[in-house]
């Protein structure tokens, strides 16, 4: 049964820093992992999808990687600012359907 | 533009109540699904609809229905409600066949048992 971590559960550092957030899976054959971003009391926006196949992808300060065969992505964040501060859900589908399994997601506070 | 809506947003009912959660999309998507999210806790998959074949989840509770009258829409319905039924509900859409796709998700209705 897959399982999705992440570590830590909170984050905070200060503007201007770069960061990382983990992201472990416990059955590497997925079809793709997602990083979401929820904002509280919000619903989830996605904000990357890597593929099976890929290694990373990228979208302005963000940039996410996929190691399938140690179980592990990473969210780098470049640059961090207020606006970043959120709650950050990765999410894999596994190959045997198109459902995803979440992990419980990493509060990140960016202080000013 | 809005592409995934969910009214309403904020929903306050008293202890076994029958309620009603409405969800509609404008991306023409196949899928629906419901999940149900609790403070701090990942979101929770309790039914999704392939076009209009109905997939409930093993440990979604009897309490929870669903119904989606057509492709544009999908009600969730809490028949009684209980105190541990409060939480954040979560409407999403995908394309079925593009298992590439992300889902695309709803702001959610936060509903409150009293």
């Known amino acids: 049964k897959q399982e999705v971590t992440q570590i830590p559960a909170a984050l905070s550092v200060p503007e201007g820093e770069n960061l990382v957030l983990n992201c472990s899976f416990t059955d590497s054959a997925i079809y793709n992992l997602q990083w979401f971003r929820q904002d509280p009391g919000k619903g989830l926006t996605s904000l990357l999808l890597?593929?099976?196949s890929q290694r990373e992808q990228t979208s302005g300060r963000l940039n996410a990687s996929l190691d399938k065969s140690s179980g592990r992505s990473t969210l780098y964040i470049a640059a961090s600012q207020p606006g970043d501060s959120a709650t950050y859900l990765c999410?894999?589908?596994?190959?045997?359907?198109?459902?995803?399994?979440w992990g419980a997601g990493t509060k990140l506070i960016i202080k000013p | 533009d809005a592409m995934v809506i969910q009214n309403p947003r904020y929903q306050v009912t008293q202890f076994g109540k029958p309620v009603t959660l409405s969800c509609s999309q404008t991306?023409?998507?196949?899928?629906m699904y419901w999940y149900q999210q609790k403070s701090s806790q990942a979101p929770k998959l309790l039914f999704h609809?392939?076009?209009?074949?109905?997939?409930n989840e093993a440990d979604t509770p009897d309490n929870f229905q669903s119904r989606r009258p057509n492709t544009s829409f999908c009600f969730l319905d809490i028949r009684s409600p209980g105190l541990g039924d409060a939480a954040m509900y979560l409407c999403a859409t995908s394309r079925a066949g593009q298992i590439t796709d992300t889902q695309y998700f709803g702001p959610g209705t936060r509903l409150t048992v009293l």
């Open positions: 991306l023409n998507h196949n899928v």
């Open positions: 609809y392939y076009d209009k074949d109905f997939n």
């Open positions: 999410a894999v589908q596994g190959d045997s359907n198109y459902q995803l399994i």
């Open positions: 890597i593929q099976s």
